[in-house]
């Protein structure tokens, strides 16, 4: 057996290899299937949610297996109507998007594109996965306990979710909260690690200025998630002991403040955002210049942007307040620094399309979603604006035009985001090509279908259609927009069936699909340019030695005759 820097030799046995494995590559591999299993249930919940709105009160296909009383010959009552609204935005935000992002991405590709062997905490690498594993069953068990899962919504908004005695919600919403406490220590345990790591173990010449951009993304997001979570696992606790022993640090009657909830949610929630996008956006920024065959532009810029968008998030979180009774004084403040925050993501969005000007473009499947990514995510930004105005907000709250503001800024990063991210580094992963028909197929099928879904939002939103309603058919005023639902759930059912394209393009290139090269897209980063496809353990087979920036590219002959540096034996120029 081999040693290696992290001090642990290549593993024998199945259950070492592939189970309890300490191994980045594995780890990672693990977390994007839990993901992937997740987005199941997620999407479903999805799938039922839109079935209900379109036509409320009739049995919904594939709905028979729900037990009782959670649902009566395939039609959902309003309770479990609700756990599914509950349910949707926890596993999407929190077990889809942290463990695909950083988790699956995160483990995966940091190490290599450093130069390291491992994490430098292997041991605690392999507890964080179980430890989500974890808080994926408690969060699922909570479908089966006496009450039914949390159904207080996915921000768990006080007093509905602070005292059982007067609102019914049982055991689900206890084991919603420790589900999210065990995803939050997963996750620190996760932060520690990559910062460590960074800090710790880069190969020389690999200073911090010459990181690849997607791993500037992802200690950004480590960092940004350690500073903010604290004050929500103090609220987590202080929301226990209200449900549990009687305190009453939410409930009005027993001298509480229910404000205090959202107060501490949303200091940890608007961070939370940048959190699960900012991976997103670095496999965009890793993609760009390969398939472009030119420097990603404003490197530095895109890093200062990011920095000063991070610290910027910790100012914004009361514009999710301005309709709760908020001082008038304390809008103004929140509206301006919520304007300011789109700016830095302005310069990185510009930074992108100045990249893609005069670039010799490859339109592959990575390519495809990447430019679907930047697409999507502009809309989401611009109207982010508009619930950053307090005067405009107050009209939208609590509309679907938030619903779809926060798809339009969410489902770009994760999804498409994700999915670039896989197509582009599945051959690492795997050794196998995916099949780049399908792969082509899946992006137009999922971007058209998405904005049939989220555009007419913006629009029963601005007619007043609120979120969270059981049945649009009791508003009298919202009956003419019930067309509109029809149309958006069919768009959410082709959306949700467009996914079974990529789910057979994924298994099937995994064990049919054409062998991969050990750089097949001639990138230089190291885990292309360095590292065998797929890595062995140990990830390489001599230390590389960095001599230039990742995205420093000699271009002889014509400017878009595009090639990767020079690679030296023993070292790499990256």
């Given at each position: 057996m081999s040693e290696h820097g992290n001090g642990h030799a290549e593993p024998t046995s199945f259950l070492r290899k592939y189970v309890f494995s300490i191994d980045h590559k594995v780890i990672g591999k693990q977390y994007l299937f839990l993901s992937l299993f997740m987005a199941l249930f997620g999407g479903l919940m999805a799938y039922y949610m839109r079935w209900q709105l379109a036509w409320p009160e009739t049995a919904i296909p594939g709905a028979g297996w729900i037990p009782e009383p959670m649902a009566f010959g395939g039609?959902?009552?309003?309770?479990?109507?609700?756990?599914?609204?509950?349910?949707?935005?926890?596993?999407?935000?929190f077990f889809v998007g942290m463990p695909l992002l950083l988790g699956a991405l995160g483990n995966y590709l940091v190490p290599l594109m450093i130069g390291a062997d491992d994490m430098a905490f292997p041991r605690l690498n392999m507890m964080s996965f179980w430890t989500i594993t974890t808080a994926s069953l408690v969060l699922m068990a909570s479908f089966f306990v006496e009450g039914g899962a949390a159904s207080a919504g996915w921000t768990g908004y006080a007093p509905l979710s602070a005292d059982p005695i007067h609102t019914g919600v049982g055991w689900g919403l206890n084991l919603w909260i420790m589900a999210l406490a065990l995803e939050f220590t997963s996750f620190l345990m996760g932060g520690i690690n990559f910062l460590t790591t960074v800090v710790t173990m880069r190969v020389p010449g690999m200073t911090m200025f010459r990181l690849p951009l997607m791993v500037w993304m992802q200690i950004t997001a480590a960092v940004l998630f350690m500073l903010s979570v604290g004050p929500l696992i103090a609220g987590a606790i202080l929301l226990l002991l209200d449900r549990t022993v009687g305190t009453g640090f939410f409930i009005p009657e027993r001298g509480g403040d229910p404000l205090l909830w959202q107060h501490l949610f949303w200091f940890f929630g608007?961070?939370?955002?940048?959190?699960?996008?900012?991976?997103?956006?670095?496999?965009?920024?890793?993609?760009?210049?390969?398939?472009?065959?030119?420097?990603i532009f404003g490197y530095k810029t895109i890093v200062y942007s990011t920095i000063v968008a991070g610290a910027l998030?910790?100012?914004?979180?009361?514009?999710?307040?301005?309709?709760s009774g908020i001082d008038p004084q304390i809008v103004m403040p929140f509206s301006i620094t919520t304007i300011l925050i789109s700016v830095p993501f302005a310069v990185i969005i510009f930074a992108f399309m100045a990249s893609l000007w005069g670039g010799s473009i490859r339109f592959t499947t990575p390519m495809l979603f990447a430019i679907g990514t930047i697409v999507t995510f502009i809309i989401g930004g611009v109207t982010g604006i508009f619930n950053g105005s307090a005067p405009v907000d107050i009209f939208i709250h609590d509309t679907y035009f938030v619903v779809a503001h926060f798809h339009f800024t969410l489902f770009p990063d994760v999804f498409l985001g994700g999915f670039a991210a896989l197509y582009f580094w599945f051959p690492k992963m795997?050794?196998?090509?995916?099949?780049?028909?399908?792969?082509?197929?899946?992006?137009?099928?999922?971007t058209i279908t998405f904005n049939m879904v989220f555009i007419p939002m913006f629009l029963i939103g601005a007619g007043g259609h609120m979120r969270r309603i059981y049945n649009p058919l009791q508003y009298d005023f919202l009956k003419p927009m019930q067309d509109i639902n029809i149309f958006i759930t069919w768009s959410a059912v082709a959306l949700l069936v467009g996914q079974l394209v990529f789910i057979f393009n994924f298994f099937w290139s995994m064990y049919r699909g054409k062998k991969a090269e050990d750089n097949p897209w001639e990138a230089t980063t190291l885990e292309w340019a360095a590292a065998p496809t797929p890595p062995p353990h140990g990830n390489f087979e001599t230390v590389p030695t960095v001599y230039h920036g990742p995205y420093e590219y000699s271009c002889p002959g014509q400017e878009t005759d595009w090639q990767p540096q020079h690679v030296e034996k023993g070292s790499v120029a990256a």
């Open positions: 039609i959902i009552p309003p309770e479990f109507y609700n756990a599914l609204i509950t349910l949707h935005g926890t596993i999407m935000v608007h961070p939370e955002v940048y959190v699960v996008l900012l991976p997103g956006l670095g496999a965009i920024m890793e993609i760009l210049p390969v398939f472009t065959r030119r420097p998030s910790f100012l914004v979180w009361a514009h999710h307040m301005f309709v795997f050794g196998k090509m995916m099949n780049e028909t399908l792969g082509k197929v899946h992006f137009w099928w999922t």
